[in-house]
């Protein structure tokens, strides 16, 4: 049985970094046939992807979030993570993992998400 | 603003169908990109209701069916209950500087 569980802060400061990581159980992040994605969203409002990463590192970015974020993969602990810098309010979400199945990419879709965790951006 | 355009809301009442539009332009829906949906019930993480614009994943009811057209995808829902309400996000990929994987910005469908 797949699972996706997203760790990390719950509060984080103004201009600083937030770092999330997904651990991966039931599959293996080494799998070639998917890609790992974050996908985040405000309260009360809709979703937003943020960026995928391959098995090999392989990177694809929000072009609006670009010069912020990076993901990477930790074949080793079966995790995949997120680094998104220089936070505001506007950064508050929640924030889900998920799992994408590697076809055509522009046929690529989210099968399965983590339960989400929300992270506020405050002093 | 979302790239694809839904309808901010849609009610229904139990047995009724209700059909949820995502409308995107020719750099996504009308490039031949796929469309994909999703449902997020209250207070959960969003689930995968139809992809590849017509299929279900295993365990969806048959009463969820996708279509697309042109640039605009639909999503309906035949023979509504109560356990229906919720929000449905639509999802494509795009070609233009908005991203690469976009969503609707979602549709709260009540049952009346």
């Known amino acids: 049985q797949l699972q996706l569980q997203e760790s990390g802060p719950g509060l984080v400061k103004p201009s600083e970094t937030l770092s999330l990581r997904c651990t991966v159980s039931?599959?293996?992040?080494?799998?070639?046939?998917?890609?790992w994605g974050w996908i985040r969203q405000p309260p009360g409002k809709g979703l937003e992807w943020i960026g995928s990463v391959s098995h090999s590192g392989s990177t694809f970015y929000n072009p609006s979030l670009k010069s912020r974020v990076a993901i990477s993969v930790d074949t080793s602990k079966n995790q995949f993570s997120l680094r998104l810098n220089s936070l505001t309010a506007a950064d508050t979400a929640v924030y889900y993992c998920?799992?994408?199945?590697?076809?055509?990419?522009?046929?690529?879709?989210?099968?399965?998400w983590g339960q989400g965790t929300l992270v506020t951006v405050s002093s | 603003q979302s790239v694809l355009t839904q309808p901010p809301s849609v009610s229904g009442a139990p047995g009724q169908r209700v059909t949820i539009s995502c409308t995107g332009s020719?750099?996504?829906?009308?490039?031949?990109?796929?469309v994909h949906w999703y449902q997020q019930l209250p207070g959960t993480a969003p689930k995968l209701l139809i992809f590849r614009n017509t299929n279900r994943p295993s365990g969806v009811p048959d009463r969820f069916s996708g279509s697309k057209s042109g640039t605009s995808a639909s999503l309906v829902i035949a023979g509504l209950q109560a356990e229906d309400e919720a929000n449905y996000y639509c999802q494509s990929y795009d070609y233009s500087l908005s991203g690469f994987w976009v969503f609707g910005g979602g549709t709260k469908l009540t049952v009346l």
């Open positions: 998920s799992r994408l199945p590697v076809d055509v990419i522009t046929n690529d879709f989210f099968d399965f």
């Open positions: 039931g599959a293996s992040i080494s799998d070639s046939n998917f890609y």
């Open positions: 020719s750099s996504n829906i009308g490039a031949d990109n796929d």
